[in-house]
């Protein structure tokens, strides 16, 4: 599975333009930025989109696959800084290259040098995955700045991170240079935000090497590798975004927004199946699932669990139906 932005649509208002053909798309980029920005090569494998509308600028770290399959044809950050009043700057890959290229670090030094971040208020670096990873190794260009990781990698460097066997394919890439270990590259940060589930164990041991007294870190069990897809589904992703720009994001908030959780069907049928080998837990979840959403799967297997265990149904025949 992907680890870069790739996130379910909502209905794009107006027509929205389509761009199957990669010239008729890059010129549409070219023409979206020119009065506000621009669109440029970086490189073989990458391409750096920047429009200017406000003094916060969001930071995010795309693929172009993803990109050209959105209903507008712009990055999903385009999107969160356009409804916020932001800028935004977005560096897109061809495929999983993780950003990894002398280009990408040449484009980066040039914006230190020429004190672009030092433009903007506010600095915000997000990104999932190996996008993750990216939004804090690049973080060290803007200090000061943000950071909102999803599951981010530390390092695919075999000689620290060789227990995460998921990537193999990648380890080829140089991950010792420039911009390489993620949790050094947060030094210069204001704050640190890594959501992470805990159940993953390599997700929680990337995590783990993220040691920064100014790093706050938010389980969330049971989602996986999907968490990044699960908060846009939940319409949590550009909440978080927002609160982390604002400096409101904390334990006490994100709780308040992880309780959508008991809404969400993916993670609702995640816990009853761990739990499957426990009737009467299986039971409670279900029971409470019944109770709050109907849920005829959850009506199903409840009353198959009180069946199972010779309780008495507590659900009307008709609700069950």
Not at 90 to 101: A, P, Q, V
Not at 128 to 156: D, E, K, M
Not at 269 to 287: S, W
Request: proline share 7%; with cysteine; glycine share 6%.
């Amino acid at each position: 599975m992907s680890d870069t932005l790739s996130l379910p649509e909502a209905p794009a208002k107006g027509p929205a333009p389509v761009h199957r053909n990669r010239t008729e798309w890059f010129a549409f980029m070219d023409e979206t930025s020119a009065e506000e920005g621009y669109f440029v090569t970086v490189g073989d494998r990458h391409w750096a989109f920047f429009h200017d509308d406000g003094p916060t600028l969001l930071v995010t770290f795309e693929q172009i696959d993803s990109v050209r399959e959105r209903p507008t044809a712009l990055p999903y950050g385009h999107e969160v800084a356009q409804a916020n009043g932001w800028s935004h700057l977005c560096l897109i890959s061809e495929g999983e290259t993780w950003y990894r290229d002398a280009a990408v670090y040449s484009y980066i030094d040039r914006l230190v040098d020429e004190a672009f971040f030092e433009d903007f208020d506010k600095v915000v670096f997000y990104g999932a995955g190996s996008a993750g990873y990216a939004a804090c190794a690049f973080s060290v260009a803007a200090p000061g700045a943000t950071v909102l990781a999803i599951s981010p990698r530390a390092s695919l460097d075999p000689a620290v991170a060789g227990w995460d066997r998921r990537h193999m394919a990648r380890r080829k890439l140089d991950f010792t240079s420039r911009y390489g270990y993620a949790p050094d590259m947060t030094e210069g940060a204001a704050s640190l935000h890594i959501i992470y589930d805990p159940r993953q164990t390599e997700d929680a041991m990337h995590a783990a090497l993220f040691r920064a007294p100014w790093m706050k870190s938010y389980a969330t069990p049971f989602l996986g590798d999907g968490i990044e897809a699960a908060f846009a589904l939940m319409q949590l992703l550009p909440v978080l975004i927002l609160a982390a720009a604002e400096d409101t994001l904390d334990a006490r908030a994100f709780s308040r927004w992880w309780r959508n959780r008991r809404s969400f069907g993916p993670y609702l049928r995640a816990i009853l199946a761990e739990n499957e080998t426990r009737p009467r837990r299986a039971l409670g979840i279900c029971r409470s699932v019944t109770s709050r959403l109907g849920a005829p799967r959850f009506r199903r297997r409840m009353a198959l669990l009180e069946a199972q265990l010779g309780l008495a149904p507590q659900t009307p025949p008709e609700a069950a139906r």
